[in-house]
């Protein structure tokens, strides 16, 4: 007996689907299973050790220890000088040969070099302020990003519960329908609601990657990288003392120690432009060797400064150091505005998420499981199960965004004071 072609391809194909088929979706709940689980110390950590541009700015730091490294030296080096001539050129007999040597060294004696040194310390406190600064911003965004990726998480989950419920109304107006029941228009209304269910999850979805992607880039991953988050919005009540939160935030934002730094290098630079009025010494050994006799001697050298007295560096200085007050003093005003403004956002937050909690959420999903109980007895129409399941998701979207928002000016209150708020408390 023969078999045809084409029934023998179609045997084959059947067989390779049937051994694929598993293989693929076991490759898939492997995937998901493996997916990473990431917690925000986590991320943050991964950011902290791989993100790039803070990476970069970590390099700067190279620059400031190099000066230090070039202030630490002796500034001068020593000078030779060697003369040879012919003491009788006229002469092809008899010739003879005189030279001198000379061993010449400049000495500061007005304190310049500790004074760089200081200055080089200074730019070194200051940069190290300024990256703790941009690390501090880094955990911000990596923070707010990873909680508008739980938020969209937390969408996703209402939106599937939705379109459940979207799919059981379609199904119970389909079957009212069939039977004579109720009129088709109900069909319709269901699965419009259902379609716009399933448009909202779409949505919802692209949110998230967007957020996932960003996320990914801040923590220096490839940006297709799966992980599943090992959190969820979450609230508790933040009690704090607002003067003490100001006092915290003075002592620790890293902007406002990065002034103090300036401060410090513009006193420096001060006491250096001071101190090169003070001319340097230079002292000399020297050597000379005569046709008939060697001499040997030494010179000290002293320039006196009658015009130039380093004036515009003294003046130049004393207006750096000026500025970094005014800048200091200004700073430090407005990180205290910036403490009490974010502190009353985050109790407004707070306020709202405890209103939400305080039976609006069981009410809304009490009336709505009532009002789908007496449409399956008859007693209301479509529009009013439909009204409540808005109701419904209107009001948990509504609580989901207060969480956020809560979590965010967290965020944002940690930020201006420059250290997390569990650290103050204790």
Do not use: C
């Amino acid at each position: 007996m023969k078999i045809k072609k084409s029934t023998l391809w179609k045997w084959l194909l059947t067989l390779l689907l049937l051994f694929y088929a598993p293989a693929q979706a076991q490759v898939s709940l492997d995937t998901a299973a493996n997916a990473d689980q990431l917690s925000i110390k986590g991320a943050v950590a991964l950011a902290i050790e791989n993100n790039l541009e803070l990476k970069s700015f970590r390099e700067s730091l190279g620059i400031a220890r190099g000066q230090l490294t070039g202030a630490m030296l002796f500034p001068i080096n020593p000078e030779i000088e060697i003369a040879y001539f012919n003491a009788n050129p006229s002469e092809r007999a008899g010739r003879a040969s005189e030279y001198s040597l000379s061993l010449s060294q400049e000495l500061e004696i007005g304190g310049q070099r500790e004074h760089r040194q200081r200055i080089a310390q200074s730019t070194i406190e200051k940069v190290e302020a300024e990256i703790g600064r941009a690390q501090w911003m880094l955990v911000r965004d990596v923070r707010e990003t990873f909680y508008q990726f739980l938020l969209q998480q937390e969408k996703l989950e209402l939106a599937n519960r939705v379109i459940l419920l979207t799919e059981d109304l379609v199904s119970l107006t389909g079957g009212e329908f069939a039977a004579g029941y109720a009129p088709e228009f109900r069909v319709y209304f269901a699965r419009l609601e259902q379609q716009k269910a399933l448009r909202e999850k779409d949505r919802v979805i692209n949110q998230q990657m967007v957020a996932k992607y960003r996320l990914n880039n801040l923590m220096g991953r490839p940006w297709e990288t799966d992980f599943t988050p090992d959190e969820e919005l979450s609230y508790q009540p933040v009690v704090g003392d607002i003067e003490r939160l100001k006092d915290y935030a003075v002592r620790n934002r890293r902007d406002l120690k990065s002034l103090q730094f300036e401060q410090q290098t513009a006193q420096s630079k001060i006491d250096l432009a001071r101190s090169l009025k003070t001319p340097n010494l230079r002292f000399s050994l020297l050597f000379n060797k005569e046709i008939d006799k060697n001499n040997f001697g030494a010179l000290f050298s002293l320039p006196i400064k009658l015009f130039n007295k380093n004036q515009g560096d003294i003046a130049m200085s004393l207006a750096s150091q000026k500025t970094a007050e005014a800048r200091y003093s200004f700073l430090k005003f407005l990180i205290e505005k910036e403490v009490a403004s974010a502190y009353s956002e985050l109790l407004l937050a707070s306020k709202e998420v405890e209103l939400m909690e305080k039976g609006m959420l069981d009410t809304a999903e009490q009336n709505m499981d009532l009002v789908q109980n007496a449409y399956g007895r008859g007693e209301v129409e479509i529009i009013e199960v439909i009204t409540a399941q808005r109701n419904f998701v209107d009001i948990q979207t509504a609580y989901l965004e207060a969480l956020y928002n809560f979590n965010l000016a967290v965020i944002n209150l940690e930020n201006v004071l420059g250290g997390y708020l569990v650290d103050i408390s204790e």
